[in-house]
């Protein structure tokens, strides 16, 4: 079982950057691949950013890429959303995702990952 905490949301004005951080429970966090999927209110969760295990190729929606940044620390079992230029359309709960072990399926979609975080709120005005 992986316990994964999200911190690091807020309220922010467009144009603003916020950095989010997902802390994962366990001794095999490196063998995960990790994602960023948000879910805006009336709309259904979508996929944001991933990370693979330890060599670190990423993967973005095309509406955050050149804008996002997902890294991980895998010392500190830690992966990281770094959001600059954020949009009001922005707005959502972000959630912190992890695979199985050496999963190698679709990144993009939620079903290929089994732990969720509980979410945390990203608000941005205009």
């Known amino acids: 079982q992986v316990r994964l905490a999200e911190s690091g949301g807020g309220l922010v004005q467009a144009g603003g950057s916020l950095r989010l951080s997902c802390a994962a429970s366990g001794r095999t966090f490196s063998t995960y691949v990790m994602g960023w999927f948000r879910q805006a209110p009336g709309k259904e969760r979508e996929f944001v950013a991933a990370?693979?295990?330890?060599?670190?190729?990423?993967y973005y929606a095309d509406s955050v890429k050149g804008r996002f940044t997902i890294s991980r620390d895998n010392a500190k079992n830690t992966v990281y959303l770094q959001m600059n230029s954020l949009k009001p359309e922005a707005t959502a709960v972000y959630y912190c995702a992890a695979s199985l072990p050496y999963y190698s399926g679709n990144y993009y979609s939620d079903s290929g990952y089994a732990y969720w975080g509980q979410g945390t709120q990203v608000t941005v005005s205009s």
């Open positions: 990370i693979r295990r330890s060599d670190e190729n990423t």
